[in-house]
């Protein structure tokens, strides 16, 4: 059974010939050095999944002729990550695990105290996000790539409304989210269908930013007693709402 997989924009067309080029073409081609006649897989923007065959490798594109396809499956939960800007090593390293940890989408959020400035380069840098978040969906299996938007600053993205639990990790306090993420589980009741996980700067949300937040009907939630860096943080809570929530069929 094929374990090379590639990433295509657009659904493709009922029994018609789909093209790999570029960087997956380079890929199956120098990296992976596949053959004509070998079986790989393919992964679309709608989350479906289709088995081919190579027919043809050119020497800027590849030819592959769609064998079977597998619809996406709904996820049990959604979740968006809206993560203050960090260090570009930070923030590449985020982007590339909550993809690997089944986020729906992510969001990058501009705070008082962001480091990172984007000015100038927002195009650039979004262009790199989405291609890491590829190539961690085909890494780890996704038959999706999680959506990356524009950033945004907090105030604005708190005021959007949304039908989400929405939480925010506090160094000042707040729930443990373990419990949080317990609860539904010992007292059997329903999982939310989304969840809004918000994580500040390397140095911490200011005073007035918690309170907007709180204002804004998002939850206060603790990791413990120790204080983590904001990458570390994000990764960890992600990796918490997988494991008690199980939301590895995502899309």
Known sequence: MTTHRFY????????????????????????????????????????????????????SRTRLIILETEQKQRPKVRITLAQVLLKTK????????????????????ISDRTIAKIEGKQDKKIERWKRIAIEASKQCGRSTVPEILLPVSLKTFI?????????????????????????????????????????????GWTENEEQDIMDSNYDAVSLGSLTLRSETAAIISLAMVSHFWKIENVS
């Open 8 to 59: 295509i924009k657009g659904k493709p067309q009922e029994s018609a010939s789909i093209f790999l080029e570029g960087e997956e073409h380079h890929h199956l081609s120098k990296v992976a050095r596949i053959k004509s006649g070998e079986h790989v897989w393919v992964f679309d923007d709608s989350g479906n999944q289709y088995k081919a065959c190579v027919e043809e490798i050119g020497k």
């Open 90 to 109: 930070n923030m590449d390293l985020v982007i590339q695990k909550a993809t690997e940890l089944g986020t729906h989408s992510l969001v990058p959020v």
């Open 159 to 203: 005021h959007k409304k949304e039908n989400a639990k929405k939480l925010f990790l506090s160094e000042r306090g707040g729930e443990s989210l373990r419990e949080i993420l317990m609860y539904p589980l010992t007292e059997k009741i329903q999982i939310p269908e989304s969840i809004i996980l918000l994580v500040g700067p390397e140095g």
